[in-house]
């Protein structure tokens, strides 16, 4: 359940991993905090956590259940920071959606995940590089890891760029194919992108405002440059489900044409087969006096007369673009 724990102090981590029965105690020595990792506790392995951090008990609840949008909440002096993860899959393009939730305190950071994501991992890593970021307290490693999730996002957007470019080039293409399963499928994912990357904006433009004691003044800069970065985002996700609608219109009349198209084709060739049918129901009513029915060139002439029609109709046709 416990992924990493560890204890950071002047801005750096100290050896070895943290044993939670120890976490009480170094949350509370002067100028350390602790971060705990948790990947999808059950409500019993969770109590103990919950017990040694003092979480609120709603604020608990929520991260047992996930299954919540992304939002900002505030229980006393600690927040409650949901995140959405994104992943990109190619080629089956789909978009795997995770969760982060992040209980925020002046001396702790609790993150529990549920599905599968880097972003936390590549958080820790950035951030213990950065001695001066981690000197600001647990309101640094927010910063990190909802950049390092929001990093992930641009990775999703430009796999659904190169997907929607493709179904752009395959509607317009030479070939008789039909792209729209492919279309709305696309719009399906590009929808579930956009519920959990919508609502993080407004999070995390309240954190950038510095209206919270626990992310300093120092990193309102950061996370302005964040919330900029997921406004772009959602600025391309808009861009997405505009192409794909215009797409899947621009198919139908793809479409459309088409079948006009081939009705044009048809009736064409029906008015052409329908001159040798007409000549042979006629003789083939077997009157004893018809046309030419006892002359010896009558059969070559009626042939001939036949084909001479159908090609003067055909080039016809071809003429007026209907063959």
């Not at 393009?93 to 599905?115: A, K, N, Y």
């Not at 997921?230 to 459309?256: C, H, K, M, P």
């Not at 006629?282 to 029915?293: D, Q």
């Amino acid at each position: 359940m416990i992924v990493d724990s560890a204890v950071y102090e002047d801005g750096r981590r100290r050896a070895g991993d943290l044993p939670l029965d120890q976490a009480g105690a170094a949350c509370r020595r002067e100028g350390a905090f602790v971060w705990l990792g948790v990947v999808e506790p059950s409500a019993e392995e969770f109590e103990a956590i919950a017990s040694e951090f003092d979480l609120h008990e709603l604020a608990v609840e929520d991260a047992i259940k996930a299954h919540q949008r992304p939002k900002l909440e505030v229980y006393g002096d600690s927040l409650l920071v949901v995140l959405k993860t994104a992943r990109y899959v190619d080629p089956k393009e789909v978009v795997q959606i995770g969760e982060v939730l992040l209980f925020v305190h002046p001396t702790f950071l609790v993150s529990v995940r549920h599905g599968e994501t880097d972003a936390l991992a590549t958080a820790r890593h950035r951030l213990e590089a950065r001695p001066d970021l981690l000197r600001l307290g647990p309101g640094a490693a927010l910063y990190a890891i909802v950049d390092a999730v929001v990093d992930d996002y641009e990775e999703v957007a430009a796999g659904v760029d190169y997907d929607v470019q493709e179904v752009e080039a395959e509607v317009f293409s030479a070939e008789r194919e039909n792209p729209a399963e492919r279309i709305f499928k696309l719009e399906r994912e590009v929808l579930e992108f956009q519920r959990a990357v919508t609502p993080l904006a407004p999070a995390v433009d309240r954190l950038a405002r510095g209206h919270f004691d626990v992310v300093p003044d120092g990193l309102h800069e950061y996370l302005r440059d964040v919330h900029d970065h997921i406004l772009r985002v959602v600025g391309r996700i808009e861009t997405f489900r505009d192409l794909l609608g215009s797409a899947l219109q621009a198919n139908l009349t793809q479409v459309s044409v088409r079948q006009n198209e081939d009705m044009r084709k048809i009736s064409a060739w029906v008015a052409i087969l329908a001159v040798p049918t007409s000549v042979a129901g006629i003789y083939g009513m077997n009157f004893e006096h018809m046309p030419e029915l006892r002359w010896t060139y009558g059969y070559p002439t009626v042939l001939l007369a036949i084909a001479a029609v159908c090609l003067y109709l055909h080039r016809r046709f071809k003429r007026s673009g209907w063959l």
